[in-house]
């Protein structure tokens, strides 16, 4: 799936004009990256877990050539799938979007 296909799919389900989901969906995924390369963490309940890993540098080898290659230092983002969200995907549990997130669908409690 494309950004544009999740732009598309957010401004139906929201009933929103897409220029302003486009907006927003564009901001937010800014604000990931701004929080991941100054953070380095993002957890984001019931969905996952996005880390920044430093990967340390290792003497590397082409399969075809067999050419050794140093394979420099780098940083990699990892994610781990919330348990809800492997429940979901695995089909585990057939939950309604009110049960997938405590708090969503629900009144706001004075």
């Known amino acids: 799936m494309t950004?544009?296909?999740?732009?598309?799919?957010?401004?139906?389900?929201?009933?929103?004009?897409?220029?302003?989901?486009?907006?927003?969906v564009e901001s937010a995924l800014e604000v990931f990256v701004d929080i991941l390369t100054n953070e380095g963490r993002i957890e984001i309940r019931n969905f996952g877990v996005f880390k920044v890993k430093d990967t340390p540098a290792r003497i590397g080898r082409n399969p075809v050539t067999k050419e050794v290659a140093d394979v420099p230092a780098r940083k990699i983002i990892q994610f781990k799938a919330g348990k809800?969200?492997?429940?979901?995907?695995?089909?585990?549990?057939?939950?309604?979007?009110?049960?997938?997130?405590?708090?969503?669908?629900?009144?706001a409690e004075t």
């Open 3 to 24: 950004k544009k296909e999740i732009i598309e799919l957010v401004a139906d389900r929201t009933k929103t004009r897409k220029s302003h989901t486009r907006a927003v």
């Open 84 to 107: 809800v969200m492997k429940q979901i995907v695995n089909r585990d549990v057939a939950l309604t979007v009110d049960e997938r997130i405590p708090g969503e669908g629900e009144a």
